[in-house]
């Protein structure tokens, strides 16, 4: 089974029996005296906003997809050169066999409305479906469906392999951010349009084989305002 989390960020690999058995984390991030953590992420990933870290996996083979929920959070020092760098969200390929990060590729949000994603579930031929949202209940929400599609999305992982600090490498995508080709991607829906606009976080997304959508929200074990979990099937055909 594979997994992640939202504070290293980090990959979980688990056995049959729910034993941990490989952990990757950023590079230069601490870690632990074992044998089954390793630093092969790309520095970058460690200014990943607090809470916000990998929220959404989808596996294919050996390869896992890992998206962090929201844009990096920037130094306060930091003088932003390209404004849209503020609404990119980095997703990550991780050959889990080899131990090798395959790919960084950029996901932008539509707009300052939407501020994350929910969940993302591999499709084919690098395609996937994607829940972008923000936070909102009633006629401020916004919680989209989209496909999305890296195969002609820029690989950053040269630029970003370049350096080996965090700041730096956050610098170069910000100079290079008007050649970059970031991931395409096709509105299917937005659920609160379709009535869904009660519940402010949509954080699970399965395709079924007959090809409707599968969607589920987060109520955090009923311990701030939204109490109920809502499963929901948004029926494509």
């Known amino acids: 089974y594979i997994g992640a989390e939202e504070y290293g960020p980090s990959i979980l690999k688990f056995n049959f029996n729910g034993n941990l058995i490989s952990r990757w984390i950023p590079k230069k991030s601490k870690k632990t005296e074992d044998s089954i953590t390793v630093n092969a992420l790309p520095e970058i990933l460690s200014l990943r906003s607090p809470n916000r870290g990998f929220e959404g996996i989808a596996c294919n083979g050996e390869m896992v997809y890992a998206i962090l929920q929201s844009p990096l959070k920037f130094p306060k020092e930091y003088e932003i050169k390209n404004p849209d760098i503020k609404k990119q969200i980095l ?10 990060v395959t790919g960084i590729y950029s996901f932008l949000l539509d707009d300052e409305q939407i501020d994350k994603i929910g969940d993302i579930q591999y499709l084919k031929d690098k395609k996937f479906v994607l829940i972008e949202q923000n936070s909102e209940h009633g006629k401020k929400a916004v ?3 989209v496909e999305i599609d890296l195969k002609n999305a820029t690989n950053l992982l040269p630029l970003i392999k370049k350096s080996n600090d965090a700041i730096t490498q956050l610098k170069i995508l910000d100079e290079q951010f008007s050649k970059i080709t970031h ?3 096709t509105l299917i829906v937005d659920l609160a349009q379709e009535g869904w606009d009660y519940s402010a976080k949509i ?3 399965a395709v079924l ?3 409707d959508i599968a969607i589920i929200n987060d109520n955090d074990f009923a311990m701030w305002d939204e109490k109920n979990s809502y499963l929901g099937i948004y029926k494509t055909k």
Not at 91 to 100: A, D, M, Y
């Open 209 to 211: 084989d007959n090809g």
């Open 91 to 100: 997703i990550t390929s991780l050959n889990t066999e080899t131990n090798t």
């Open 183 to 185: 991931v395409t991607k």
């Open 143 to 145: 919680h989209k469906i």
């Open 203 to 205: 954080e699970g997304i």
